[in-house]
């Protein structure tokens, strides 16, 4: 493998291919100062089935439009609302109390979110629909994935 710096930009080759990219300059953004400290809700939900169920909702959720959850007593619904084409709406149990809370993700962040958690169970941690969410496997600290919310119209 062959490596080039140039004043922006890096150069690798390995068997006559070449590959350019630009530098970027600048800091890498504090994640840790977005990461919660305590949460208002923990939800387990089994990884599979919750996946399944995103995967299934998100054929419904054009470019911009958020996956809807709505987390209730006894149960989460995903949904998605698409202008010209309608609206698909799913809910599985899920181990909520308290006042409802819906709040919307860009469909591919979650679905990579909850494909990234390993186990049998999703840890859905969160607080308010403007605050970020974090997805843990149940039982481990050893990964997080944070999310951060799409604001919801209406």
Known sequence: MELGLHENQ??????????????????????RQLIPES???????????????????????????PLRLRFAEGELTVSARTQDVGEAQESIPASFSGEPLEIGFNAEFLRDGIESVTGETVRFRLISPLRPCVLQAEGSDDFLYLIMPIRLAG
Do not use: K
Request: avoid cysteine; glycine fraction near 6%; hydrophobic fraction near 45%.
């Open 39 to 65: 949460f208002e809700h923990e939800v387990a939900l089994p990884r599979d089935e919750v996946l399944d169920v995103v995967r299934r909702i998100a054929v419904m959720a054009q470019r911009n439009s």
């Open 10 to 31: 890096v150069v690798f080759g390995v068997d006559g291919v070449w590959l350019t990219t630009r530098r970027i300059d600048g800091q890498f953004p504090n994640y």
